[in-house]
Each structure stands twice: as C-alpha cells, then as structure tokens.
C-alpha cells in the first residue's frame, strides 16, 4: 500500500517546525543566561556599593578614595588587600551570595516557566510563518507526481486546436488530473480577451475622434478649391475651421502620445518639494486670466502643505478638471479651488463646480479612455483628459474623491 504524500509532506514539515523551534529555544536559553549575568554582576555592584556606605555613610568615598591613592602611590600590595579585606567582610560577603543565589534561583525559575508558557504559542507561530512555504511544496510534489502519458498531451491540443474564437469561449479537457492546467489557461484566454478588447476599443476610439477633424478639413478644402478663390468669406471662413480642426488633431495625437509614453513607462516623473498652497494659487490666477466667462474663488489650507511630487504633472492633472469644469459650467457660475487635509490627514487638491454634474453610472466610467457621458458629448472635449489626470495621480500613489449630482455640480478632490 503505497502512503499518501501529503501525510509525508505534513510530517516532513512538522520536523522541519521542531528543528526550528529547538534553535529558537536555544537562542532564547542563551539570551536569558547573559541576562542573568548582567543580573548577577549588578547585584554585586550593589551590594558593595550598600555595604560600604552602611559601614562609613558619606566617608566611604574619601575613607577608601586616600587609601586606594596611596596604593597607586606607594604600590604596596599589603596595603591594597588589606583595604579590599576590610571592604568584603566575609560574613556580610556569606550572608548576601545566599540571599543573591535565592534571587538568581527566583529569577531563573520565573524565566524557565515563562519560557514553558511561549512553547505552544511559539510552536503556532513557526507553523503560521511556514504553512505558505508547506503549502508550495505540497503542491510542487502533487506536480512532480502527476503523469503526462500522450494522451493527455493529445487532449490538450484538441482543446485548443477545436477552441472557438468566440468570447465566452473557454477550454474543457474533462480530466481531473487537468484541471489546474484547465483553469490556468483559460484564466490566460480572459485576460488575453480584455487586453484584446480595451485595445481594439482604443484604436476604434481614436480613429473615430480623428476621422471627424479629417472630414471637416476635407470638407473645407474641397469648399476653397471650388468657390475659396473668388468668395473671401468662404475663404475666411474655410481657414478659420480648418485652423481650429488641426489644433484639435495636434491637441488629440499629443494626449494620445502622453498615455502611450506613460504606459511604456518612458514619462519620468521628477518629484521635487512642492508647496500645494502655491501651486494652486498659480492655478487659480491662470484661470482668472484665461477663462472669462466664470468666477473663480480660491481658498488655502492654513497649513503650508508641502510633499514630494513633479510639480509639472500635477498641474497638468489640475488643469485638466478645471478646464472640464468650466466646459460643463454655465456662464457666470462660480468655480472654487481649494487644498487642504482629509480627516485622515492626507493633503488634497480640489475643483468644485456648479454644472451640469454626472450620473453614478458615469462616475464609474469617467476614467476611461474616450468615455464621454451622453450630457458631454455635444461639449467639445477628446475624452482622454480624465484618463491623463488619473494616470498622473496613480504615479504619485494618490487617488480620485468625487461627489457629484446631476444638475448641482461635482467635486473633484485629488487625494495625494
């Protein structure tokens, strides 16, 4: 009858446990032996030190001091042990080593039961740290042990060879020796599916938002070749649109550029000490020059709030939910930004606006390449901003808290 390998494993590991708690207990033993002597020696030091001045009181220092400093001087031996004799009585000397040993033997006896009591308690613990690395070698012997005949070779290649391309397709080998590979792999094919899936929804997105500026500047240029010429309107008004067409593209490729760099980890990030308060502040005056059409309020923390970031990167983040909030706020609405700390005492960057806010199904999308909900698609906008700002927050291991109502507004705090 052949054993069952987990028990010889189990066993094993138990082995593997008291060896390593015998080491530890030794360690222990050792420690408490150099305890006990440092115990002993400082007694001892005690003692003397008691002795001597319940003998001389407060001359004990000069008494011995003079007549050890005559020894130094004369260098008489006779004299030295003649103070030492009369510094250890031998009878004070017997009465405290038995009143020491019953001590050390107390101390000894308390350590040896509190050792006594740690075993189970420490046994559990080496059993704790080692039951991941029992659990890799029970699982590397049920490996060693499974067999792989051709026929189960052949079965794993149907599988894949009859796999359909279809979505929820996934493998099924109908053996159990095969489940693990089964599930790995199919574990593979989902994720293989969603990277296939967000890439290709990419390039439709991307190919979809810079058609349309290629239509218009098509469409303009077909407009001058025909009456461009001879109509100065047309012409202006041709020049104007494909202007503002192509500032758009260069906008689009430079965001699309920007996430690309990022996700092949070629954007460096360079944190240097930032002050929070200032940044914002620089922020807030930007907009008051640049956007015309709304109040802007800033408040500061009353802290100076500084940390280690790439300023560069932050602003560009700001910005970018500055420039949402101004395209979804109505004219003359007010837009506020302030920094401050969360009750758990992390510094914030926060944009609040009074738009046209967003719906909890959008929230959960917001950050998604080209995702535009259905009020923002009429607004001008790539849908990439979002994505950039979040990418920029990640990298400085912060996150997004946003609270938003449709028809009130949304705040958005940056978390750092």
Not at 10 to 25: A, C, D, K, N, Q
Not at 68 to 82: G, H, I, K, Q
Not at 186 to 193: A, D, E, F, Q, T
Not at 391 to 399: A, F, L, M, P, S
């Amino acid at each position: 009858m052949s054993s069952n390998p987990n028990n010889y494993e189990t066993r094993r590991m138990t082995s593997i446990t008291r060896r390593i708690h015998s080491l530890w207990v030794r360690e222990k033993l050792k420690r408490i032996f150099f305890e006990d002597m440092i115990i002993a020696v400082i007694m001892q030091v005690i003692f003397v030190i008691s002795n001597a001045y319940h003998s001389y009181g407060e001359k004990f220092i000069s008494h011995y001091g003079d007549r050890l400093n005559e020894y130094t001087v004369s260098r008489d031996r006779d004299e030295l042990y003649a103070v030492l004799a009369e510094l250890f009585n031998t009878g004070s000397m017997r009465l405290y080593y038995r009143y020491m040993a019953i001590a050390m033997a107390a101390i000894v006896i308390v350590q040896l039961i509190g050792l006594l009591i740690e075993y189970p308690f420490d046994n559990k613990k080496i059993r704790k740290i080692l039951r991941p690395i029992n659990e890799i070698a029970l699982k590397a012997d049920e490996l060693s042990r499974m067999t792989f005949d051709d026929n189960k070779y052949r079965i794993i290649e149907d599988a894949i060879s009859n796999l359909e391309p279809g979505e929820d397709e996934k493998l099924s080998f109908n053996n159990s020796d095969l489940q693990g590979i089964e599930a790995a792999m199919n574990n593979l094919l989902s994720r293989m599916r969603a990277s296939y899936r967000q890439q290709a929804r990419f390039v439709n997105d991307a190919s979809h938002e810079l058609r349309t500026p290629i239509a218009v500047i098509e469409g303009y240029a077909s407009m001058l070749e025909r009456w461009g010429k001879d109509d100065e309107k047309v012409l202006e008004e041709s020049i104007t649109a494909i202007s503002h067409e192509a500032e758009h593209m260069k906008h689009l490729v430079e965001q699309l550029l920007f996430l690309a760099r990022g996700d092949s980890g070629k954007t460096l990030i360079d944190l240097k000490d930032v002050s929070l308060n200032d940044m914002m502040r620089e922020i807030y005056e930007e907009s008051l020059m640049i956007d015309e059409d709304h109040p802007y309020r800033f408040k500061a923390s009353d802290e100076d709030l500084r940390l280690q970031a790439d300023e560069g990167l932050l602003k560009q983040a700001v910005r970018i939910l500055v420039d949402n909030a101004a395209k979804y706020t109505n004219k003359g609405d007010e837009i506020s930004l302030s920094t401050g700390r969360t009750d758990e005492g992390r510094p914030y960057l926060r944009v609040q606006d009074t738009g046209i806010g967003m719906a909890d199904a959008d929230i959960e999308h917001m950050f998604e390449r080209f995702y535009r909900a259905d009020e923002a698609r009429n607004t001008e906008g790539t849908g990439l901003g979002l994505s950039i700002a979040k990418w920029i927050v990640d990298k400085h291991k912060g996150h997004f808290e946003i609270t938003s109502v449709t028809e009130l507004g949304t705040r958005i705090s940056i978390v750092l």
